[in-house]
Nanobody
């Protein structure tokens, strides 16, 4: 069973930066897109950013201008650079991989806490 391994979460002050990383523990055939979602306490999981195998990106309005998603296709690794963090960014961040058969893989989540 392939798992997604996330790293890079933590505690940061308002205005600070964090970089999240995610890579599968094994091979996933036909990766179509990779991305990041987040879930704050009492809220639904929401999209943060995605990137396709061709490099096209999509961001939530809340992430535009502050977050940058990128990927290393050779390593099947996806990154999320988060700058100018705000307390409302506090959430558990989940890595997602979708393949060409629309199968979704999820990471275990990494906590991001932004203190005011």
């Amino acid at each position: 069973q392939v798992q997604l391994v996330e790293s890079g979460g933590g505690l940061v002050q308002t205005g600070g930066s964090l970089r999240l990383s995610c890579a599968p523990s094994g091979s996933i055939f036909g990766i179509k897109a990779m991305g990041w979602y987040r879930q704050a306490p009492g809220k639904q999981r929401e999209l943060v950013a995605t990137i396709t195998s061709g490099g096209s990106t999509d961001y939530a309005d809340s992430a535009k201008g502050r977050f940058t998603i990128s990927r290393d296709n050779a390593k099947n690794t996806v990154y999320l650079q988060m700058n100018s963090l705000k307390p409302e960014d506090t959430a558990v961040y989940f890595c997602n991989v979708r393949n060409i058969f629309r199968a979704d893989y999820w990471g275990q989540g990494t906590q991001v806490t932004v203190s005011s």
